[in-house]
């Protein structure tokens, strides 16, 4: 189980910031949580959205171990 935070609009977007999620790699997450939501799934796969396992970013695919946390930043903006 991994726990998963969103931030921002990604947040917004589902009604939720902080969930536990059955995965087993950020693959299986990302289609779990785009079962359960579509927008959010749609979301998550959008451009710019970065995702950090365990505090550092990745891309690309990584197997969650239990009690993994895996946290979605939407695409940062700033002036």
Known sequence: MARVLLFGRLAD???WRDRIVEAGSL???RAALAETDPTLGEAL???GVQVAVDKAIVRGEAVLAAGTEVAFLPPMSGG
């Open 27 to 29: 693959q299986g997450l």
């Open 13 to 15: 977007l589902a009604g």
């Open 45 to 47: 796969a959008g451009p």
